[in-house]
């Protein structure tokens, strides 16, 4: 297409696009796209890839043009969230039945499928633990009791349930909330969850100062299976042993490991601490422990 005249092309899902630059040197920024459904659309180009016709250098012709436009450009039907509507805080959490609270967790989920694609951040850790993030929140009184997560990408629905769903879509953005979870952002962050391994050694710290000021809340420290090979997480299990200081540890075992067998599939587990804990969970079924 020569630059400097222009003439009308289609794009591949079907759009007449007419170009107005003055000159070949340069491509528009801005578009006017029209259809025969009668579709008129002004395009911002944010990113635009030229393949030229041929490997010889690219002289003021080229055979496609192809745009991805801004995620703000799409406009999706809003998906009922009835019950999530409601939530402000996890007290809200303490009334809702037990239909009412699975009910929740899909309405999560959706929520933060949603995020997911508007901010192409990739949510499946917070997304597999929504089932224990409403749990916690609904047997534990945060923020008196001390919830402290052990991987930032397992906190986003902990975040939506405590006061953050508007916030959200800044993730990770300049002014925006953070990624993990941060005591200067909520009240509900009891610790500053990074990149794993080390929860149980602050939720154990936490316990001891409790108890030796002589007060009685919870600390519940989240542990999960992916990091449970770290050395910290083996001396802060056996100090706490040791100092046998009121503390309770959830370990959110994926059942899953950063290595799968290529040959056995990809949800299957070598870790081996995850394959003894299921081993150990079966048999405490069978004998109704």
């Known amino acids: 297409m020569d630059m400097a005249t222009a003439p009308a092309t289609h794009c591949s899902f079907g759009i007449r696009i007419h170009s107005h630059a003055a000159s070949s040197s ?28 041929s490997s010889s250098p690219l002289k003021g012709s080229m055979d496609r043009v192809c745009a991805r436009p801004d995620i703000d450009d799409f406009y ?3 998906v009922s969230t009835p019950i999530l509507d409601t939530i402000e805080n996890p007290i809200c959490l303490k009334n809702l039945s037990l239909k009412e609270l699975k009910q929740l967790a899909g309405e999560l989920r959706l929520e933060l499928s949603s995020i997911m694609s508007s901010t192409q951040i990739s ?26 997560w052990d991987v930032g990408e397992q906190t986003y629905a902990h975040k939506i349930l405590t006061g953050r769903r508007s916030l959200m879509y800044t993730m990770r953005q300049k002014n925006g909330i953070s990624g993990f979870t941060s005591r200067f952002e909520s009240e509900y962050d009891a610790f500053g969850a990074g990149h794993g391994c080390n929860s149980i050694s602050a939720g154990l710290g936490m316990a001891v100062a409790r108890d030796m000021k002589g007060r009685r809340e919870r600390i519940v420290t989240v542990i999960s299976n992916l990091t449970t090979m ?20 959830v370990l959110n075992d994926s059942r899953h490991s950063l290595l799968p067998k290529v040959d056995e599939g990809p949800k299957t587990s070598i870790n081996a601490l995850s394959s003894t804990l299921s081993k150990l969970q079966s048999r405490c079924h069978k004998t109704n422990w």
């Not at 006017?32 to 002004?42: A, E, K, R």
């Not at 001396?235 to 200081?245: F, P, R």
């Open 123 to 148: 949510l499946s850790a917070s997304i597999a633990a929504v089932e224990l993030t409403i749990a916690m929140h609904h047997v534990f009184h945060a923020p008196v009791d001390k919830i402290l």
């Open 76 to 78: 999706w039907e809003k």
């Open 26 to 53: 340069c491509f528009p920024n801005r578009l006017d796209c029209s259809s025969s459904s009668h579709f008129p659309l002004h395009l911002e180009l944010s990113t635009i890839s030229i393949f030229p016709r």
């Open 230 to 249: 770290a050395g910290q997480v083996y001396e802060a299990m056996s100090n706490a042993g040791y100092l046998d200081s009121n503390l309770v540890v």
